[in-house]
């Protein structure tokens, strides 16, 4: 039995990850009737040169659900056509197109209700034959897929239309809109339903859609291996599946694609290494691999050297960096290595590729001194944090003028904290908490740093009275001073910190009161320190949703408007510990969209850092 419905066309973006309301679910199947449309706009095959813009969701459409139809001698008579064409041209087979419970089944059936569609016979034009079968496959799709239940169904199973017409929008090279695009010769060129509700596997048809070379079927939720099927599918140039539960390996039928440029096989369940054959296809320009379940070595990669962008974040990759590490992908713009388990040093000849914008090698086990740095304009993001990086910041750190994010957490780093960083004047987020530096207030110069968004020196040893000068880093969400030897009392000048959301100077020897009136904080940590126990003044400068933690400085105290109340000699309070650490994403334009506080091991474990 087929439902017929009619829907809105939705429009959407290829990056933006959508929030889906089930509060409503949907039990419609494909429209017979409905003609909406939709405008396309054009957009690049990889990530743009401005990595740092987010998109926004867009809107979620509506389907309406209509009766189904009934079978009856006319319908039974054409389904019976329809199996015997589709068995002798191999499309499907004869044990599948019995069982009425199969999305082969359901398809056919679905076109056997119309009766103003032709049944094509071995006479009948190519083009109509092409388009009865991308209908089929396509109905096969919604039906293996939980069609009824998606977000979208862009007016498929249109029975007045043909395929290249569900969409009912003109035919661009580059979709921004869910549904299926024909390629001038009529045939299908592209497929995007990415956030599109789609479940259980991928159906073998799809392989059937030769002429295929676009298919976004991102942020949904299919499962299983990827069918063996689809190597014929050789004019594929933008092949994603990020964002969802494929397991297996990566299939080296991959290298049949040969004109592949885009590979995002990104948050699976990918597992193994990744296959030889993958490093003969020398026509890509991105792969997408992070957040899955792959090791072995990745030098290799040092052959495709057309790649703009390599993710392979969150694996358990292996190796030596060394003097020759990706050293001939000079057209790189985007490295991201980052957690996973390699070793060596920070390769120096990256920092002169003339594109690279993001370096992330962060929670690896990196043991080499930082290298000099070359003149580099170009470098936006360098994320070296959770390494084993000993040695001291050289001063030619300073040439890398482009920054806006440096971490440098939890390394081996000593001597004084570098003042040279007071140059890199372009800095939105310093981090430099959990490092063995000398003694001392924190650098003078950093007081040019004014586009500061982001600014941690937890646990560094910071001696001396709070800066007044910070409060002139009017963009500063959070500011991380805690677990130092900061003196005399909080300026009230940090009060004046429009944007400060998230204070944190617990673990300090701080006097007075907590005077200050910041009217955006969310998250303000000030115990263990010598602060007055009275915090009536305190509360009464905080409305409810504000989060503080503060001293109990005796047993009948209490902080009528604290989350935690930590009494002087209480070292399992658990405020001790955290810190805001930032690993960025790719997916989310490497930008923060979140501020996550853990309780990070390398703060408490070494005793040197304590108060």
Same mark, same amino acid.
């Given at each position: 039995?087929?439902?017929?419905?009619?829907?809105?066309?939705?429009?959407?973006?290829?990056?933006?990850?959508?929030?889906? $309301?089930?509060?409503?679910?949907?039990?419609?199947?494909?429209?017979?009737?409905?003609?909406?449309?939709?405008?396309?706009?054009?957009?690049?095959?990889?990530?743009?040169?401005?990595?740092?813009?987010?998109?926004?969701?867009?809107?979620?459409?509506?389907?309406?659900?209509?009766?189904?139809?009934?079978?009856?001698?006319?319908?039974?008579?054409?389904?019976?056509?329809?199996?015997?064409?589709?068995?002798?041209?191999?499309?499907?087979?004869?044990?599948?197109?019995?069982?009425?419970?199969?999305?082969?089944?359901?398809?056919?059936?679905?076109?056997?209700?119309?009766?103003?569609?032709?049944?094509?016979?071995?006479?009948?034009?190519?083009?109509?034959?092409?388009?009865?079968?991308?209908?089929?496959?396509?109905?096969?799709?919604?039906?293996?897929?939980?069609?009824?239940?998606?977000?979208?169904?862009?007016?498929?199973?249109?029975?007045?239309?043909?395929?290249? $017409?569900?969409?009912?929008?003109?035919?661009?090279?580059?979709?921004?809109?869910?549904?299926?695009?024909?390629?001038?010769?009529?045939?299908?060129?592209?497929?995007?339903?990415?956030?599109?509700?789609?479940?259980?596997?991928?159906?073998?048809?799809?392989?059937?859609?030769?002429?295929?070379?676009?298919?976004?079927?991102?942020?949904?939720?299919?499962?299983?291996?990827?069918?063996?099927?689809?190597?014929?599918?050789?004019?594929?140039?933008?092949?994603?599946?990020?964002?969802?539960?494929?397991?297996?390996?990566?299939?080296?039928?991959?290298?049949?694609?040969?004109?592949?440029?885009?590979?995002? &096989?990104?948050?699976?369940?990918?597992?193994?290494?990744?296959?030889?054959?993958?490093?003969?296809?020398?026509?890509?320009?991105?792969?997408?691999?992070?957040?899955?379940?792959?090791?072995?070595?990745? $030098?290799?990669?040092?052959?495709?050297?057309?790649?703009?962008?390599?993710?392979?974040?969150?694996?358990?990759?292996?190796?030596?960096?060394?003097?020759? &590490?990706?050293?001939?992908?000079?057209?790189?713009?985007?490295?991201?290595?980052?957690?996973?388990?390699?070793?060596?040093? &920070?390769?120096?000849?990256?920092?002169?590729?003339?594109?690279?914008?993001?370096?992330? %090698?962060?929670?690896?086990?990196?043991?080499?001194?930082?290298?000099?740095?070359?003149?580099?304009?170009?470098?936006?993001?360098?994320? %070296?944090?959770?390494?084993?990086?000993?040695?001291?910041?050289?001063?030619?750190?300073?040439?890398?003028?482009?920054?806006?994010?440096?971490?440098?957490?939890?390394?081996?780093?000593?001597?004084?904290?570098?003042?040279?960083?007071?140059?890199?004047?372009?800095?939105?987020?310093?981090?430099?908490?959990?490092?063995?530096?000398?003694?001392?207030?924190?650098?003078?110069?950093?007081?040019?740093?004014?586009?500061?968004?982001?600014?941690?020196?937890?646990?560094?040893?910071?001696?001396?009275?709070?800066?007044?000068?910070?409060?002139?880093?009017?963009?500063?969400?959070?500011?991380?001073?805690?677990?130092?030897?900061?003196?005399?009392?909080?300026?009230?000048?940090?009060?004046?910190?429009?944007?400060?959301?998230?204070?944190? %100077?617990?673990?300090?020897?701080?006097?007075?009161?907590?005077?200050?009136?910041?009217?955006?904080?969310?998250?303000?940590?000030?115990?263990?320190?010598?602060?007055?126990?009275?915090?009536?003044?305190?509360?009464?400068?905080?409305?409810?949703?504000?989060?503080?933690?503060?001293?109990?400085?005796?047993?009948?105290?209490?902080?009528?408007?604290?989350?935690?109340?930590?009494?002087?000699?209480?070292?399992?309070?658990?405020?001790?510990?955290?810190?805001?650490?930032?690993?960025?994403?790719?997916?989310?334009?490497?930008?923060?969209?979140?501020?996550?506080?853990?309780?990070?091991?390398?703060?408490?474990?070494?005793?040197?850092?304590?108060?």
């Amino acid at each position: 039995v087929v439902a017929v419905v009619t829907l809105t066309q939705d429009r959407a973006t290829p990056d933006a990850i959508e929030s889906v $309301d089930e509060s409503e679910p949907n039990t419609a199947a494909p429209s017979s009737d409905s003609d909406s449309e939709a405008t396309m706009s054009s957009e690049p095959s990889h990530p743009p040169v401005n990595i740092f813009q987010f998109q926004s969701p867009a809107p979620i459409s509506s389907i309406s659900p209509t009766p189904a139809p009934t079978l009856f001698d006319p319908i039974i008579e054409r389904i019976e056509l329809i199996k015997e064409y589709l068995i002798l041209n191999q499309y499907s087979t004869e044990t599948l197109l019995s069982d009425a419970r199969s999305p082969q089944y359901m398809a056919a059936l679905h076109l056997a209700s119309a009766n103003s569609l032709p049944i094509p016979t071995d006479a009948t034009d190519a083009r109509v034959r092409e388009d009865f079968k991308d209908r089929w496959v396509l109905m096969v799709l919604f039906y293996t897929t939980g069609g009824p239940r998606w977000r979208s169904n862009w007016n498929i199973g249109n029975h007045d239309k043909t395929v290249c $017409d569900w969409n009912a929008v003109a035919q661009l090279e580059y979709i921004t809109s869910r549904g299926a695009y024909c390629n001038e010769d009529s045939t299908i060129g592209s497929i995007d339903l990415s956030s599109n509700i789609l479940s259980s596997t991928l159906p073998t048809e799809i392989a059937l859609l030769s002429r295929l070379d676009h298919l976004n079927l991102k942020e949904n939720a299919l499962n299983g291996t990827l069918p063996i099927e689809m190597e014929k599918i050789t004019n594929m140039v933008q092949f994603e599946m990020n964002g969802n539960d494929f397991s297996g390996t990566i299939p080296a039928w991959l290298s049949k694609m040969t004109k592949l440029e885009s590979l995002y &096989f990104s948050d699976n369940s990918f597992t193994g290494t990744l296959p030889d054959e993958l490093y003969e296809m020398t026509s890509l320009l991105i792969m997408a691999v992070n957040d899955n379940n792959l090791h072995g070595r990745l $030098d290799r990669l040092n052959n495709l050297t057309n790649l703009l962008a390599v993710y392979a974040e969150d694996n358990d990759f292996s190796g030596t960096i060394g003097s020759t &590490f990706f050293s001939a992908l000079t057209n790189l713009q985007h490295l991201d290595l980052s957690n996973n388990d390699l070793r060596g040093g &920070f390769p120096p000849h990256l920092l002169n590729f003339p594109n690279l914008t993001v370096i992330d %090698l962060h929670g690896n086990f990196l043991n080499e001194t930082l290298p000099e740095s070359p003149v580099n304009n170009m470098l936006r993001l360098l994320s %070296l944090f959770d390494n084993d990086i000993p040695g001291t910041v050289p001063l030619s750190i300073s040439n890398l003028q482009a920054l806006s994010h440096l971490d440098l957490t939890t390394l081996d780093l000593e001597g004084t904290m570098p003042e040279i960083l007071g140059n890199l004047t372009n800095l939105e987020y310093l981090f430099l908490a959990g490092n063995d530096f000398d003694a001392g207030p924190i650098p003078a110069t950093y007081e040019q740093l004014t586009s500061l968004r982001d600014f941690s020196v937890k646990g560094t040893q910071r001696t001396g009275p709070i800066p007044t000068w910070l409060s002139n880093m009017d963009q500063i969400i959070l500011l991380d001073l805690g677990f130092n030897a900061f003196v005399e009392t909080i300026p009230t000048e940090l009060g004046d910190m429009f944007n400060l959301t998230y204070l944190l %100077l617990n673990k300090n020897q701080l006097t007075g009161t907590i005077s200050l009136v910041a009217r955006n904080l969310t998250v303000g940590i000030f115990d263990h320190n010598n602060l007055s126990d009275n915090t009536t003044a305190l509360c009464a400068v905080w409305n409810g949703e504000t989060t503080i933690t503060a001293d109990c400085n005796g047993p009948n105290t209490t902080c009528s408007c604290c989350a935690l109340c930590c009494l002087p000699d209480d070292d399992t309070c658990l405020s001790s510990d955290l810190l805001a650490l930032f690993d960025p994403v790719w997916e989310d334009g490497y930008l923060r969209v979140e501020y996550d506080f853990v309780h990070h091991h390398n703060i408490t474990s070494n005793r040197r850092l304590g108060s």
